[in-house]
């Protein structure tokens, strides 16, 4: 193996621990909406999320990604509302500042110090919002990271190997000098390791995926097993010092 350069995260569940459900989201999204001036019927709950289950059906299903304001957009339609492209994406903007998520208590911990060794660090995360960026820049911890890579941005979703192929490339880091820490076995370590980097499994898919009754081993084409198995996020700290001797 060669020399480790970069390390990088997923953000739901690894930096942040998830603390929301679809109805919260609902209500987000429906005080966003009235910040415009749109006020959906009562049935547009409903409405938004069969099309927020049709749609996270159809991104793991093709691994194509498209950002939130299209089945946003989809949902309002069905509810008889037309809505403007630039104003979809001032709303998406206004949902993504809602915090969904609490600081995992080791995450600062962990990004200083990999930066403090010289490690370049980056976060490869699947979402259709901006909440990973938003929030990590909330919380002061941008300024450790090299880069941020969203699936919204590249138009794939882990465990496609492109949006990996994003981070490393933007960063000049082969996947044999990196690792991916990662919730989910058949998104994160399998996407990861499939391209050659070292995959580390910690802590348990979002709810997302059970919400939306998404079934994970139809991901992958055959067995596989992270490299590294934590409990805490600090470990990665350890797994580091191990490949350094």
Known sequence: MK?????????????ALPKWSFKD????TREALKDYGINPPPEFDQIFLEVQREDINRAYRTLREYPFEIP?????????IKCP?????????????YEFHTLNEDAELVLRRLKEMGYIVGVI??????????????????????????SREVGYIKPHPK?????????????????????????????????????????????VYSMVGLNLRSLVDKPIEPDYIIKRLK??????????D
């Open 3 to 15: 020399k480790l350069k970069a390390v990088f995260f997923d953000f739901g569940g690894v930096l």
């Open 25 to 28: 989201f609902v209500r987000v």
């Open 72 to 80: 946003l957009g989809e949902a309002l339609k069905r509810a008889g």
């Open 85 to 97: 492209r630039d104003i979809l994406t001032e709303i998406v903007k206004k949902i993504s500042e």
């Open 125 to 150: 995360s699947n979402t259709r919002l901006l909440i990973p960026r938003i929030f990590l820049q909330k919380k002061g911890l941008d300024k450790y990271l090299d880069v941020i890579v969203l």
């Open 163 to 207: 949006i990996f192929e994003v981070a490393l490339n933007s960063t000049n880091v082969k996947p044999e000098e990196s690792m991916y820490i990662g919730d989910v076995l058949e998104i994160d370590v399998y996407g990861a390791k499939r391209l050659g980097m070292i995959g580390v499994l910690y802590g348990e898919p979002e709810p």
């Open 235 to 244: 470990e990665v700290l350890d797994i580091v010092a191990d490949l350094k």
